[in-house]
């Protein structure tokens, strides 16, 4: 019988399929279990305090201690670090100590916050509204008449610190922030350029109408508001002046499409790698070298200020950690070890919108369900403002990944001309360590309602998980 001839493009060519089809049947099945649990997580978490908060939890129950309890490190201890309940590290202690592991991700999702002084009244429309500032790179138009929730902290004058979360529950009312009608609209928004169909002061949230029964009142719907604001939460109106409130999206998480693969919800970015990196640290049991995640605040304005990724959170952390494993470390010691580190910067990628693909170049460009999306650089035009990972790096990652069966494809975020955007992986290059960008691809990325597939959610999981564990 003559030998079967070798198809020669099967041997040199990469081929790429839908996990949806390559995955077995058990593994679907545990994908999918791992989809409800995430959606549980971001039904219960839309900020960063409320990341760590739920985080903290569960590691506390799961032996992580906070790091001062330790008088030393010893290979298998878990250990934690919150940074003014807006970021986290959550550390297991490996066997050898020459570098660390880290899978670094962000808790803050863009939002409209409410500014220091929110409350008025408007007599003309009999309204009381709060005035807000937008956070992060948002589309303004797409927040305007929907269900909104109010989530944070007010501390009342006698230092009282007051939990707000109102209108996920059933029951709760909502606050919407109202766009006008389009038989009116014409003028005051049709010329209007479509980013500046909602401008930052028109963003005004809706917060009552009914009236106090007071004739010496003069502003009575405000007052009404404020008198439910004391009796509710005990806050005077100069309790706003030092809140940390933020206004998000009221809606739930849900699947999209008749197939369920889909995940439509607020926060995606970057609570889909948080979480991920989440429930893999909670596996790591004792790995070769210290594996840490983080958690970051603040990396949708820059990673700006001390909660953010180019605070000294990460050296204050590593070096604290380095101190308890060893202790006659000479510093220099450890800038060899910081320098020989290796860290994933685990953020979200876009994924090609069927409707908006001239914006990809597609054969380099992310396709929902075929698996967390490694990024060699981020950035914009001429790479400006990345940090490319190195060949060596590169096939380290995909090396490990291919050993271990990661399903994941190689994607840039769009054309070399389009846009583009960046991660904390530069802040982090700057120890001198290894950093790639590495987090599934997201549909409608920084909308009120962004969408995953399940797949990738799954896959990212896998990733951190044999990255932490190796
Ligand atoms: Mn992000
Ligand atoms: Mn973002």
Redesign the pocket.
């Known amino acids: 019988m003559a030998k079967k001839k070798e198809n020669i493009e099967e041997k040199l060519s990469m081929k790429k399929e839908s996990m949806w089809l390559t995955l077995e049947k058990k593994d679907i099945d545990k994908a999918m279990k791992f989809a409800e649990d995430y959606k549980e997580f971001l039904k219960e978490v839309k900020t960063e305090r409320e990341s760590v908060d739920y985080f903290l939890e569960i590691a506390k129950k799961k032996g992580f201690k906070d790091i001062s309890e330790y008088k030393e490190l010893k290979e298998g201890d878990k250990f934690y670090i919150v940074n003014r309940g807006k970021s986290l590290a959550l550390g297991v202690v490996g066997k050898k100590k020459d570098r660390f592991d880290l899978v670094v991700s962000h808790i803050d999702?863009?939002r409209v916050d409410i500014k220091p002084n929110p409350l008025w009244e408007d007599s003309d429309s009999s309204l009381a509204l709060l005035k807000t500032h937008y956070y992060?790179?948002i589309k303004k138009y797409q927040w305007v008449s929907r269900p909104l929730a109010i989530h944070g902290i007010v501390y009342t004058k006698s230092g009282k610190k007051i939990k707000i979360r109102i209108g996920d529950n059933p029951g709760d009312p909502v606050f919407v922030i109202p766009d006008l009608l389009p038989h009116l609209a014409g003028k005051a928004q049709g010329d209007r350029k479509l980013f500046d169909g909602i401008r930052g002061e028109e963003m005004q949230l809706v917060v009552g109408n009914t009236p106090i029964n007071d004739d010496d009142v003069k502003q009575k719907v405000k007052t009404q508001v404020l008198q439910y604001l004391n009796e509710k939460y005990g806050m005077v109106e100069e309790d706003f002046n030092s809140a940390d409130l933020e206004i998000v999206p009221a809606d739930e998480p849900r699947d999209v499409g008749f197939d369920r693969g889909l995940i439509g919800a607020y926060g995606h970015?970057?609570r889909i790698c948080a979480y991920t990196s989440f429930r893999a640290i909670l596996e790591v049991k004792k790995p070769t070298y210290t594996s840490i995640s983080f958690f970051y605040d603040k990396?949708?304005i820059g990673s700006d200020g001390n909660v953010g990724a180019q605070s000294n959170f990460l050296e204050y952390v590593l070096e604290k950690a380095y101190s308890l494993m060893n202790k006659n470390y000479t510093h220099t010691e450890f800038l060899d070890v910081l320098y020989n580190s290796r860290a994933i910067s685990a953020?979200?990628s876009a994924a090609i919108n069927p409707i908006f693909k001239s914006v990809h170049d597609i054969q380099n460009a992310a396709k929902a369900g075929y698996g967390v999306v490694i990024s060699k650089y981020t950035g914009h035009g001429g790479k400006y403002g990345s940090s490319e990972a190195t060949a060596e790096f590169m096939h380290e990652i995909l090396s490990l990944f291919q050993k271990n069966k990661v399903p994941y494809q190689i994607a840039e975020l769009g054309k070399v001309d389009e846009g583009g955007?960046g991660t904390i992986a530069k802040f982090f290059a700057r120890y001198g360590l290894d950093v790639v960008d590495m987090g599934p691809g997201v549909i409608s990325?920084?909308s009120p309602y962004e969408v995953i597939s399940k797949m990738d959610l799954w896959s990212s999981y896998l990733a951190y998980k044999v990255f932490l564990t190796q």
């Open positions: 999702a863009p992060g790179g970015d970057d990396e949708e953020d979200v955007g990325m920084h």
